[in-house]
């Protein structure tokens, strides 16, 4: 009985805890939502979730994710909105010595923490750089791939991004982007697909994941 009991609790309080989180979760996306159509939307308020985004499970996710993108040596990635680098030093390990990862943010704090971790890693295939996604510092069709994870919904005019990336993407070159439901910006995928098909510049390849998190991949658009 008294097994039967603890049993019985511990699942209570299993459930009671997820159901919180989860409360947590939507919360913060209606939040999101609403401060996005007041003209808040923007990194401070899609970084409130770090502790997240630092968890151990979810760390162990990151290679899975890479592997989606497909990242092959000597291949050069642009990785827009790198954050803290979470993603950048395995990408970059993933290109080798022959590669190229240009890992651009629009905050000065956060390409710093990428650097620091890029130096202590000894890479010298990683260029960092403080960036907007409106002007990406790059040459017309000079990258083979562009992968951007949590990052699309934080950007204003996403458009003009998409736009700008399609630009510095090599004919046949894809973008990558990955989702997790945990951001509070988070899109679910018909909305991602919907959104970046809409600029015109790019089709949809593959699709990997499922609502809790997803990459899905976009060949870019060949206009005669």
């Known amino acids: 009985m008294n097994i039967r009991f603890l049993r019985n609790g511990l699942l209570l309080a299993i459930g009671s805890t997820s159901g919180a989180l989860f409360s947590i979760l939507v919360g913060s996306k209606v939040f999101y939502r609403i401060a996005s159509h007041q003209g808040k939307q923007g990194p401070a308020l899609a970084h409130g979730g770090g502790w997240i985004r630092e968890s151990s499970g979810r760390l162990r996710k990151i290679p899975l994710m890479l592997d989606w993108m497909r990242l092959r040596a000597g291949e050069r990635v642009l990785e827009l909105g790198a954050g803290t680098g979470q993603f950048t030093i395995l990408a970059a390990r993933r290109l080798g010595h022959k590669g190229r990862l240009y890992a651009f943010d629009i905050q000065p704090e956060m390409i710093a923490r990428v650097q620091q971790k890029v130096n202590a890693a000894q890479l010298t295939n990683v ?98």
Not at 132 to 157: F, G, H, Q, T
Not at 186 to 195: D, G, K, M, N, Q
């Open 127 to 224: 260029h960092t750089q403080v960036a907007a996604a409106y002007e990406l510092p790059l040459d017309d069709c000079s990258i083979d791939k562009a992968m951007l994870v949590n990052v699309l919904p934080e950007i204003p005019d996403h458009q003009r991004a998409l736009h700008e990336v399609a630009r510095v993407l090599q004919p046949h070159g894809t973008l990558y982007i990955s989702e997790e439901f945990s951001e509070p910006g988070y899109w679910f995928i018909s909305e991602t697909i919907r959104r970046v098909e809409q600029t015109g510049q790019f089709v949809l390849s593959t699709q990997r994941g499922n609502w809790w998190r997803y990459t899905l991949g976009f060949r870019k658009r060949i206009h005669a």
